[in-house]
């Protein structure tokens, strides 16, 4: 009797789509796995050794410390797309975030590996938009230099899933949240159709987003309760612990509330912002 092959396994096929440097394979990566992922197992008890090369991102954009970074006008053609860059280069940091909490913490139900496999799935989406618009003005992702600050909380937090969930979803991207509209704001007085098309793109990101951040809030109060931890004083401690940056208002409190921060939550984070 012919012994049936093992199923392709998830966590070992994400952290391959992490290693890959070139943006449009990674987001073929990304995307094959999510259409397949009702044919894939998951070794959620296995422990994965971290091989170097984390995360595989392409030779350009040329990274710098933010601050080094120059500023340019959105109202300029070039200014508008060093603007999109920047939100396209977060994107593709954000697949690789997604993909880094697939494949890192073993032990966690399946359900975890699924949603962080679709929030992977929904960020390719946004950073093919954005690179194809992009593109549509003159101009590519790699074109302008970018920050290189995305991956050190991802870096810290590699230890521990329940502070990879305090402070990445609910922190970094939980910061995309606020930010988003402000920028929407803008791009509308820019007004050209450039700028007007990067504002339906942010639509569709603001939305995903708060279903990303809702996700992190999930696993977050999930393994709160699995380790008899109060959520509230746990985030100020592991915030404390681990550097995380501080919030900048004004809150998105609507956003904020569809992701699912508490009213209790967001009182004490607008006391900080």
């Not at 920050?147 to 995309?176: I, S």
């Not at 809030?217 to 592991?238: F, I, K, M, S, V």
Request: proline share 8%.
């Amino acid at each position: 009797m012919t012994a049936t092959p093992p199923l392709p396994e998830l966590r070992q096929l994400a952290l391959q789509a992490l290693l890959e440097p070139e943006p449009q394979q990674k987001v073929l990566w990304v995307q094959t796995l999510h259409a397949q992922a009702a044919t894939l197992s998951i070794a959620s008890d296995k422990h994965l050794a971290a091989p170097p090369g984390l995360p595989g991102c392409p030779q350009r954009p040329e990274l710098r410390l933010h601050l080094d970074l120059p500023r340019r006008s959105p109202f300029t053609p070039e200014g508008l797309a060093t603007l999109l860059h920047a939100v396209t280069h977060i994107e593709f940091n954000a697949i690789n975030l997604a993909l880094d909490a697939l494949w890192r913490f073993p032990g966690l139900p399946t359900a975890y590996y699924l949603d962080w496999l679709t929030v992977a799935a929904e960020e390719a989406l946004h950073f093919s938009l954005l690179q194809t618009h992009l593109q549509s003005m003159g101009y590519d992702y790699g074109d302008f230099e970018a920050h290189t600050g995305l991956w050190d909380m991802t870096r810290k937090t590699e230890g521990d899933v329940l502070a990879r969930m305090a402070l990445v979803p609910r922190t970094l991207e939980a910061r995309g949240l606020d930010a988003t509209p402000p920028m929407q704001a803008k791009l509308r007085k820019v007004g050209t159709p450039d700028a007007l098309r990067a504002v339906a793109i942010l639509d569709i990101i603001l939305q995903d987003e708060i279903g990303h951040v809702a996700i992190g809030n999930h696993w977050y109060r999930h393994l709160c309760r699995e380790r008899g931890l109060e959520p509230l004083a746990t985030y100020t401690r592991l915030a404390e612990h681990y550097g995380a940056p501080r919030l900048k208002g004004p809150l998105n409190l609507p956003a904020r509330r569809q992701a699912g921060f508490s009213e209790t939550e967001l009182e004490s984070l607008g006391a900080t912002a």
